[in-house]
């Protein structure tokens, strides 16, 4: 058998060009591309080569089973298949909801702790964990539920099939479409975009951010967090010295080189280890808020043209900072710790102890 | 009787295409290397099914878009290498297309009628024996029908034919030769399978 291939094969590949029509000159192959029979045979052969590729199964399937002993062998051999996948999904699945959920409570921590330390690292952990939920395991189920599906349409076609022509094994049971629970949503949360649920738990824990002068009296007269960060500090000077649109307001009683602030923008200051620092060009400063006794006090030091010194000796500061104190006893409130070690600065206020 | 396997009539139409192409071209490095490559990808038709089943875009294609997808490989081949001048490569690529697709779709709702006819045939014929006649019969098709006369058919083996005739022209030629064929494929090579 094998020698009888061998010596076709030979003979073939021996074989002189097709004589037919103009093959038998065979000046050039083009001579053999252009007859009937050749082009013929070949655009027939792929025809049927078409049909015969849509018409039959692909893939690693047998035919459809013949009797009952083939029917309950594949549906037996599908059932374990489907059984193994679908619990394989389900498992996936769980798992992904149960690190979508705890994505939240760690957004949650993890920009707290960006906020009062500054520290990023485990910010990053957290949209790391996002990123690999999505990237990863969110694809990978995606895929497996057509999958799933389709397996499952399988066993239902094989079912029908068996069933239709009496070939059902006793006992074989019609498997219903597998169903999935829905996926979580992925939160996007952020330092600019926080959980809703941890403003609302810091509100109830009476922690308050004032946006301007009036609203931060308000909040050191109460008990509870005030909060000053670069989002307030700027707009949280008193109504003479501060105008509309949160602008520098120079009052008449000011050295001349001040006139030129007069309406311009306060920029935003930035908070390192609880010192605030404004630079309005040609006045720049440095301020740290420590607890005196219950009372703010302010340190620091500051530059203006032809001079500076330390902040403490401003008398406009420290009236400011008097009749805030005033106000804050005249509430009955008193300060009792100031954090100020990072991007923030939190003044817990509480009821004087012992007071009147 | 087992179904015919998908890899036996793929090899039988490499072998086939080689040959043919060999005839007309004269190219061992092509005719054996192509065929070489084809062999490869048509053996390793399920690992490579299973990877691109994985691709989201292909998984959720229907069978049978799948299949006609698949089908388009032997009619490129056609264009590319088996219409020469002759301007029949977009007639007999649409018109392929249009039959195996047509006969894939009406298929399932034949397989009852023709259940009958599947059992006797499968009774009659081994399944390899089916395998080798689908390609047998489009050769004799396509002498019959596209060249016209079965007596030329020496000229596939070094014969000469008694009728030269160019392909020009015989655009029904080919398009009954496709349909036939199509249709032969269809009765030879169908299994009833759920839809």
């Known amino acids: 058998m094998a020698r009888l291939a061998a010596a076709t094969i030979i003979i073939l590949l021996t074989a002189a060009p097709a004589l037919a029509d103009d093959c038998n000159v065979f000046i050039n192959p083009e001579d053999c591309e252009n007859t009937a029979w050749t082009v013929g045979a070949v655009a027939t052969a792929a025809a049927a080569a078409a049909a015969a590729t849509a018409l039959t199964r692909s893939g690693t399937r047998g035919p459809l089973p013949r009797d009952e002993g083939e029917c309950g062998a594949e549906i037996h051999d599908l059932d374990g298949r489907l059984n193994r996948e679908v619990h394989a999904l389900e498992t996936s699945i769980d798992r992904f909801n149960r690190e979508a959920l705890g994505l939240d409570s760690q957004f949650a921590r993890a920009i707290r702790t960006y906020r009062d330390e500054g520290e990023i690292e485990w910010l990053s952990r957290a949209k790391h964990a996002r990123r690999k939920l999505q990237e990863e395991a969110l694809p990978d189920i995606q895929r497996g539920i057509p999958e799933v599906m389709a397996l499952w349409r399988h066993r239902e076609a094989v079912y029908q099939h068996c069933l239709s022509r009496g070939m059902l094994p006793q006992g074989t049971w019609r498997r219903e479409a597998p169903s999935f629970n829905d996926l979580m949503p992925l939160p996007d949360w952020s330092e600019d975009n926080p959980p809703p649920f941890m403003e609302e738990a810091e509100a109830e824990a009476g922690v308050r951010t004032p946006p301007d002068h009036d609203a931060l009296i308000d909040s050191l007269g109460k008990p509870g967090t005030t909060v000053i960060d670069p989002s307030n500090a700027h707009n949280l000077g008193p109504p003479e010295l501060v105008g509309p649109g949160g602008t520098i307001k120079v009052p008449p009683t000011a050295p001349m080189w001040a006139s030129p602030l007069d309406g311009v923008p306060i920029p935003r200051p930035t908070i390192e280890g609880g010192t605030v620092t404004v630079d309005v060009g040609v006045v720049k400063g440095t301020v740290r808020v420590t607890n005196d006794g219950g009372k703010l006090a302010i340190s620091g030091t500051y530059e203006v043209p032809f001079g500076g010194g330390n902040v403490q000796d401003v008398k406009r500061l420290q009236k400011m900072l008097a009749q805030i104190n005033q106000q804050m006893r005249e509430a009955g409130m008193e300060v009792k710790s100031i954090d100020a070690s990072g991007t923030t600065i939190r003044i817990r206020t509480g009821p004087i102890e012992g007071g009147s | ?195």
Do not use: C, K
């Open chain 2, 1 to 195: 009787m087992a179904a015919v396997s998908g890899s036996l009539i793929g090899v039988l139409f490499v072998a086939l295409f080689a040959y043919l192409d060999w005839l007309t071209h004269r190219s061992l490095p092509v005719a054996v290397g192509g065929a070489a490559v084809a062999m490869t990808l048509i053996l390793a038709r399920g690992w490579i099914g299973r990877r691109l089943l994985q691709v989201p875009a292909v998984a959720q294609l229907p069978p049978v878009a799948r299949r006609l997808l698949l089908a388009l490989v032997p009619l490129l081949y056609f264009m590319v290498r088996g219409a020469g001048t002759s301007g029949a490569g977009a007639l007999v690529l649409i018109l392929s297309m249009l039959v195996a697709g047509g006969l894939a779709l009406a298929a399932p709702s034949l397989d009852g009628t023709l259940r009958g006819f599947y059992a006797a045939r499968n009774r009659a014929l081994p399944a390899w024996l089916r395998a080798v006649l689908v390609p047998v019969g489009a050769i004799l098709i396509s002498f019959l029908v596209v060249h016209g006369s079965l007596l030329d058919l020496p000229a596939l083996f070094g014969g000469q034919t008694n009728s030269p005739a160019s392909p020009a022209g015989r655009e029904g030629r080919f398009a009954l030769a496709i349909i036939l064929s199509g249709v032969l494929g269809m009765l030879l090579l169908r299994e009833e399978e759920p839809s």
